[in-house]
């Protein structure tokens, strides 16, 4: 990992692309642990906070959030990686391709050409993971993130601690705050093959989890793909679920990897 100069206060910058900026929101609900956050780093380029034109200045961190859509997306990105020490993906957008990427899986030229009036001034390529554009050094996964983790990687790039996320499934969250299990009632949950962090959320409502978080290491998709295939989900069923948040590419990949 890069060294970073710590006798002086860190730059940080939270750049926003083709998102809805709630990893950004997810950030400013930190209320006062963020305005701490602010005596130990200096933050450079934060759009939600002022109304200026993109310039990318030179930072020791910066946090990534949204999915690159477009050419200038793309610009941006890699001037980002140009100009940053440490780049961190932020969020399910940035680190999987988000929504956007159902995209690429369902017609994309004529999706476009019907949600811009048959503009031709779109651009149109399809949504990649960030990481397939630009090296990426960390990942906070999550739609939205869990604020938390943001604070926990800052403090530990910090006080030089390394960061990371303990690889185990959103069921150990679940079934130690005692969920009730919904794929026990034929619910299509991910839970299973999903890395926790998120204190399974969607599960305290009782709706299966879709899988924002991507896989943790070492999940077992294909059995688990199987076991939904037993309880009575079509194949068309199940790529539908594994593209909400950009998962399908990631599991094609890895069966890919797993021929080679
Ligand atoms: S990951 Fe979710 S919350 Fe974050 S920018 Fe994308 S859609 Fe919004
Ligand atoms: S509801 Fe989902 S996350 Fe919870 S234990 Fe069952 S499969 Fe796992
Ligand atoms: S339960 Fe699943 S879909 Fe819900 S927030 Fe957690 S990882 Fe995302």
Known sequence: MPKINKKKKLK????????CEGCQFSIMDLGKQFLDLLKEIEIVQFRLLEEKVFKTPKMDICLVEGSVVTKENKRIVKEIRKNSKIFVALGNCSSMGGIHQIKNYHNPQKLIQETYFHSKEIDNPDVLDIDQIVKVDYTIPGCPVNNLEFLKLVYSLLKDIDFRIPPKPICYECQSRGYHCVLMDGEPCLGPIILG???????????PCQGCRGLFKGAQVKNHLQHLKDLGFSQEEINHLLEIYGLRNDIEEQNEESKK
Do not use: H, N
Not at 12 to 19: A, F, K, P, Q, R
Not at 197 to 207: D, R, T, W
């Open 197 to 207: 962090g998120c204190e399974a959320i969607c599960l305290k409502s009782q709706m």
């Open 12 to 19: 940080v910058g939270i750049v926003g692309l083709t998102s």
